[in-house]
């Protein structure tokens, strides 16, 4: 659940139309949660796989695929920003983030004017948009950000990204406080369990501990946005659901408790984490064990430079890919 005594922020990953008009009021008005997530696999498999679109999209002829998806997606966002509404006006968090187009990754001026386009046809403001952290993405975050536009930096893998994120976000934030300000928040979404998915396998057979790595990443990269002192922008530990049937479904929620920090995670995941709510945060791990790990890596022979770049390019492409097989039910 969510802990304000800690400022940890508990937000579901999950968005489908029947589910937002019923069951994500009661999570919200229980404190499970306080802000929700999307991303185009999760409206592809919404939209392609639920009832609930049928009537809105025999409205929409005429339309290309992409207003098609536009127009369902501004409405799905527009409703869970309405019901996280009184969670935004008590400053306990009630955003809900929605992604652009996930082929503008290199397109700066391209996801700049979506990122505006779709925060004004939501009309709602604890809206964030989410952006690739890509070098087309950076400057893209400091724009919408200067507009008074909260941003959710997605798909960051490595140190690097986080801190050129980091760079970016307060460049947007002291220019839109420059202009007169107000309430402009973003989080750094770093991807947890692909990690694990990509090298366990390999982990095993040299007889190293497994399902760590993503564990270890993801704590370097909070302390590193925690030692920027900035309140406004906080560490999100995403991509947090289980896919291996050895560790406990809430095993990296768990592990990844964190003071000033948000979760989003799948509704089974956090069914999980409530069953037996953690009180204790696990995080920060000291820098120096962090390294130690990390070292051992290498001396091991695995570039972590590279995993960064292969999760990276895996993460683009596979949202691309889910986008597409999308756009393609929609025609």
């Not at 408790?257 to 948000?262: D, I, Y």
């Not at 290498?298 to 097989?325: C, K, M, Q």
Request: hydrophobic share 40%; proline share 3%; net charge negative.
């Amino acid at each position: 659940m969510v802990n304000r005594d800690i400022n940890f922020s508990l937000w579901l990953d999950f968005v489908e139309r029947n589910f937002l008009k019923n069951e994500f009021s009661a999570l919200i008005e229980k404190g499970i949660i306080n802000g929700a997530t999307s991303n185009p696999s999760i409206f592809a498999s919404a939209i392609t796989t639920s009832s609930a679109y049928t009537s809105q999209l025999e409205s929409l002829t005429g339309l290309s695929p992409k207003e098609k998806y536009e127009a369902l997606a501004v409405e799905d966002i527009r409703t869970a920003a309405q019901a996280l509404r009184a969670s935004y006006d008590s400053a306990n968090d009630g955003y809900i983030s929605i992604e652009v187009d996930p082929f503008l990754s290199n397109d700066t001026a391209g996801t700049i004017a979506e990122g505006k386009r779709l925060f004004e046809m939501i009309g709602e403001p604890n809206v964030m948009i989410k952006v690739p952290a890509t070098e087309a993405g950076y400057d893209a975050m400091t724009e919408l950000l200067c507009n008074g536009i909260s941003v959710n930096a997605t798909l960051v893998f490595s140190p690097k990204q986080a801190q050129k994120c980091l760079k970016a976000m307060k460049k947007g934030m002291d220019g839109f406080e420059a202009s007169g300000g107000g309430r402009c928040e973003g989080v750094i979404s770093v991807f947890v369990s692909r990690f694990d998915r990509l090298l366990d396998t390999d982990f095993a057979s040299e007889a190293m501990d497994v399902s760590k790595t993503g564990i270890y990443n993801a704590a370097k990269i909070y302390n590193l946005i925690e030692t920027n002192h900035t309140p406004a922008i906080r560490t999100l530990f995403a991509s947090t659901g289980v896919k291996c049937n050895d560790l406990a479904p809430d095993y990296y929620m768990r592990e990844l408790l964190a003071r000033h920090s948000v979760n989003t995670a799948p509704l089974e995941t956090i069914e999980s984490y409530i069953e037996r709510e953690a009180s204790l945060p696990k995080l920060p791990i000291e820098n120096d064990i962090i390294n130690g790990y990390f070292t051992k890596l290498s001396d091991n022979g695995f570039d972590i430079d590279a995993i960064y770049t292969e999760l990276l390019n895996n993460g683009l492409v596979a949202f691309e890919e889910s986008f597409e097989a999308m756009l393609s039910q929609l025609k």
